[in-house]
């Protein structure tokens, strides 16, 4: 069973930011919060992740809360290329351990 | 980042012929891979953990003697549906998880597979 919980869809308009948000309030304490998204017809495609920081690379931001039951995928300039389904999952880092995707959501960048 | 690639991209087949698809971790070893496959519309379900050197770990519903995994060196895996039926016709895409790292999957770009 996927661990999170997402909005199913959401749009952004065009360079503006795009907030997405994800709740993992089952979330063990050696497990990350990773985020992936998926262009149609595609393989999905590493965004970033993060343990309890928030952290940021060329592509997002991640915003966890202090007690790691939610974080926010930041796009800080959404773009037309953007619209995807994004997925956030929650794992420990190593081991084969299952990796169950939800739903995720749908964002739609609006022109 | 690191690489995983799949081959074929796209296959069609006759009913009841086997299909192999190919999983390569290009830059980096993978003792792990995970195959999951995907119907339109849907999200990802998880079919089985592939370990290098040993047998797949395969998840609840998903035949192990369909779905034939092996995991013979640390950059290769491959999945043979076998005897392909039209249900089986989906979006099967691989991932790897690279040694060393925080955990992050990189996947493959999937490959589509009709039955007729």
């Known amino acids: 069973d996927a661990k999170t919980t997402q909005p199913p869809s959401m749009d952004c308009a065009e360079g503006r930011a795009a907030n997405l948000p994800c709740n993992h309030s089952?979330?063990?304490?050696?497990?990350?919060v990773y985020w992936y998204r998926q262009i149609h017809s595609q393989g999905p495609q590493y965004i970033i992740h993060?343990?309890?920081n928030n952290e940021t690379n060329e592509m997002a931001s991640l915003i966890i809360t202090e007690d790691r039951k939610s974080s926010t995928l930041i796009l800080p300039h959404a773009t037309l290329r953007d619209t995807a389904v994004y997925y956030c999952?929650?794992?420990?880092?190593?081991?084969?351990?299952?990796?169950?995707f939800g739903t995720g959501t749908r964002l739609t960048v609006i022109p | 980042g690191a690489v995983v690639s799949q081959h074929p991209s796209r296959v069609i087949c006759k009913s009841g012929t086997s299909v192999k698809i190919e999983c390569r971790s290009l830059?980096?070893?993978?003792?792990?891979m995970f195959w999951y496959r995907q119907f339109p519309k849907q999200s990802l379900m998880l079919m089985a953990t592939?370990?290098?050197?040993?047998?797949?770990?395969?998840e609840q519903g998903v035949e192990k003697d369909k779905f034939l995994i092996n995991h013979a060196s640390l950059t290769l895996s491959t999945l043979t549906v076998t005897s392909a039926h039209p249900e089986d016709s989906s979006f099967y895409i691989c991932?790897?998880?690279?040694?060393?790292?925080?955990?992050?999957?990189?996947f493959g770009e999937g490959s589509r597979l009709t039955v007729l």
């Open positions: 991932s790897a998880r690279r040694g060393g790292g925080t955990g992050e999957l990189f």
């Open positions: 089952t979330i063990s304490g050696n497990e990350y």
């Open positions: 993060g343990l309890k």
């Open positions: 999952i929650v794992s420990p880092p190593t081991g084969a351990n299952n990796l169950f």
């Open positions: 830059d980096f070893q993978a003792t792990t």
């Open positions: 592939s370990n290098e050197g040993s047998k797949a770990t395969y």
